[in-house]
């Protein structure tokens, strides 16, 4: 039995932390409604050009007047939250309740802070955390994610590589050997990684991978079992242009430059995406064989081509299928976004920093931007290989535009094509936008019928899951039959 002094300490430390759990209802709730208005706030955001009216604006502004209210609340009530769990230990240093209470109200804030990529905030945190952690948090704080892996074929060979920083961007560290698949629950430090897939007989894959803190990396889709098995392609599954993104979770959508929306956990089925923007040569031959229209001799051929409606694009989609008998299409911004952004996201194509030299941007040339030309330059490169999603042109998407960002259902992105009239969504910096445009999260627009010196476009052909005869779930290229 305790002593009587040491039972009012006691007393005085559950209520305390009886307090602390009552301010969870609000907490929640203020959480919730800076949520709402921050999403209405960027949705309004997005519909208003800068030269709207400030009678137009007024209601952006009160929302996000609001927003910032309710956020200065949340952090009352946070700070609020942890000072009444603090006092509970100071009060009974012995009381385990209020210690494992205020250490799992940390780690949740630490969550938080990560998610938004506020690196910062979650160093310090980490540091109390640390502080009253009992030992339920170490496999968080310090603990190895794990990688499980499968490929069709199976006993592909495995190397892989960490993401590290150098002069602002991300580029590959030291190789480490994995071994053949299939690989299962392999430790990993957390990290941002790219996993090189070979097998005789198939061409290699690219296969970014990120582990964040305590997780498992194993590729099962939403409302899946098992793993997908990564597809190695032949030399005759991919032409030359052809970059291949096989399926799986990527962090995408949000807002990192404000901190407020962090990306979302999403799943994009595997395709095939251009490396490079539809260029002028290619257009021609399209306008001369299918509309027996002259090429430009005006226009350099090696540009990307700009000046494309969204009905003009479907067209030569639908060309290039019946040219190729592959099925050619306009990318879902999910899928553009991924290509662009990899699975870990990355504010720019080059990690968290663009310098304007590195893409065909405003600011980046001493004789200004290059208009549309096609960039091979390495660093305005997506960790799959796609080429000039930072500058260059922007490119078109199938989507309609509704100015209410990527959303997502059951960790799938909603898919809804515009119609001819509608505004279709584009991504992408272009050559006459600077660094804040080129950021991977960012969306724009282009009118029905309209087009655009700034937008161009690439393709895209999906996968579609077959059988296979060795491991049974594969993948093979979709073909107008199938």
């Given at each position: 039995m305790l002593p009587k002094e040491e039972t009012a300490q006691r007393e005085r430390a559950r209520s305390l932390v009886e307090r602390a759990r009552a301010l969870r209802p609000t907490l929640q709730l203020t959480r919730d409604r800076v949520q709402r208005l921050d999403a209405?706030?960027?949705?309004?955001?997005?519909?208003?050009?800068?030269?709207a009216s400030e009678e137009r604006k007024v209601p952006l502004w009160e929302l996000r007047d609001d927003a910032r209210s309710a956020r200065r609340e949340?952090?009352?009530?946070?700070?609020?939250?942890?000072?009444?769990?603090?006092?509970?230990?100071?009060e009974d240093p012995t009381f385990g309740v209020a210690r494992s209470e205020l250490a799992a109200v940390l780690r949740a804030a630490h969550e938080r802070a990560e998610a938004r990529g506020a690196e910062e905030e979650a160093a310090r945190i980490e540091v109390a955390l640390r502080g009253h952690d009992d030992g339920v948090h170490t496999a968080y704080l310090d603990g190895p994610a794990r990688l499980t892996l499968h490929t069709e074929p199976v006993r592909a060979q495995v190397t892989i590589t960490r993401l590290v920083e150098h002069r602002r961007r991300l580029v590959p560290g030291d190789f480490i050997d994995l071994g053949t698949t299939p690989l299962e629950s392999v430790d990993l430090p957390v990290g941002s990684w790219?996993?090189?897939?070979?097998?005789?007989?198939?061409?290699?894959?690219?296969?970014?991978?990120?582990?964040p803190r305590a997780?498992?990396?194993?590729?099962?889709?939403?409302?899946?079992?098992?793993?997908?098995?990564?597809?190695?392609?032949?030399?005759?599954?991919?032409?030359?242009?052809?970059?291949?993104?096989?399926?799986?979770?990527?962090?995408?959508g949000g807002d990192t430059e404000g901190h407020d929306d962090p990306p979302q956990r999403v799943w994009v089925d595997p395709y095939v995406i251009q490396r490079h923007p539809v260029s002028n040569a290619d257009w021609a031959v399209f306008l001369a064989d299918a509309a027996e229209v002259p090429a430009d001799a005006e226009v350099p051929p090696d540009h990307a081509v700009v000046g494309i409606t969204l009905a003009s694009a479907r067209a030569y989609a639908v060309w290039l299928s019946e040219r190729t008998g592959h099925r050619w299409r306009l990318p879902w911004e999910a899928e553009w976004e991924k290509a662009a952004r990899?699975?870990?996201?990355?504010?720019?194509?080059?990690?968290?920093?663009?310098?304007?030299?590195?893409?065909?941007?405003?600011?980046?040339?001493?004789?200004?931007?290059?208009r549309a030309a096609l960039s091979d330059d390495p660093k305005d490169?997506?960790?799959?290989?796609?080429?000039?999603?930072?500058?260059?042109?922007?490119?078109?998407?199938?989507?309609?535009?509704?100015?209410?960002?990527?959303?997502?259902?059951?960790?799938?992105?909603?898919?809804?094509?515009?119609?001819?009239?509608?505004?279709?969504?584009?991504?992408?910096?272009?050559?006459?936008?600077?660094?804040?445009?080129?950021?991977?999260?960012r969306r724009g627009k282009l009118a029905g019928g309209d087009a655009s010196d700034q937008v161009g476009m690439r393709l895209v052909r999906s996968l579609a899951q077959g059988r296979s005869v060795h491991s049974g779930l594969g993948w093979r290229l979709a073909t107008p039959d199938g």
């Open positions: 209405e706030a960027r949705a309004l955001a997005r519909s208003l050009p800068s030269w949340e952090a009352v009530l946070t700070a609020r939250q942890q000072e009444l769990l603090r006092a509970a230990r100071a790219v996993a090189e897939l070979r097998a005789p007989g198939r061409l290699p894959v690219v296969l970014p991978i990120h582990l997780a498992h990396w194993d590729a099962t889709a939403p409302g899946g079992a098992h793993p997908v098995p990564a597809w190695l392609p032949t030399v005759r599954d991919l032409g030359p242009d052809d970059v291949y993104v096989p399926g799986g979770w990527a962090l995408l990899g699975t870990d996201g990355r504010p720019f194509v080059t990690g968290r920093f663009l310098d304007p030299t590195w893409a065909n941007i405003r600011g980046g040339h001493e004789s200004g931007a290059l490169t997506s960790v799959y290989g796609v080429r000039s999603t930072a500058g260059g042109v922007r490119d078109l998407c199938e989507d309609r535009w509704d100015g209410e960002g990527l959303r997502v259902v059951e960790g799938r992105p909603v898919r809804e094509a515009a119609a001819a009239d509608d505004a279709s969504v584009v991504r992408g910096g272009c050559w006459k936008t600077g660094v804040a445009s080129a950021r991977v999260d």
